[in-house]
């Protein structure tokens, strides 16, 4: 069984940043792209980042560009989202994923998703 777990999430004013983490157990990584999620209330689950753990190859959604960045550490299995220049429309419900597809993951049909951790942006 495989289990990723995020934290990190919380309440920040725009402007400010967070950092994610999605900790990975149950199976090495090191063929698996991961990545994240977002859902905000009354709206659907949309595409925020992902990255190939082989390569480390990323994309990202054009509304975080330049503002979010995914990295990764394999020696612990854990993927992370450092979010700067926080918005209010950034606030959501942030899911990590995971498959050893990119392309499935990128739409949103990963095969291993977290339980998500909530992020909250004022104004």
């Known amino acids: 069984q495989v289990q990723l777990v995020e934290s990190g999430g919380g309440l920040v004013q725009a402007g400010g940043s967070l950092r994610l983490s999605c900790a990975a157990s149950g199976r090495t990584f090191s063929d698996y792209a991961m990545g994240w999620f977002r859902q905000a209330p009354g709206k659907e689950r949309e595409f925020v980042v992902a990255?190939?753990?082989?390569?480390?190859?990323?994309y990202y959604a054009d509304s975080v560009k330049g503002r979010f960045t995914i990295s990764r550490d394999n020696a612990k299995n854990t993927v992370y989202l450092q979010m700067n220049s926080l918005k209010p429309e950034d606030t959501a419900v942030y899911y990590c994923?995971?498959?050893?597809?990119?392309?499935?993951?990128?739409?949103?049909?990963?095969?291993?998703w977290g339980r998500g951790t909530q992020v909250t942006v004022s104004s």
């Open positions: 990255i190939n753990w082989s390569d480390g190859v990323t």
């Open positions: 994923a995971a498959d050893t597809v990119i392309v499935r993951l990128r739409a949103g049909a990963g095969t291993y």
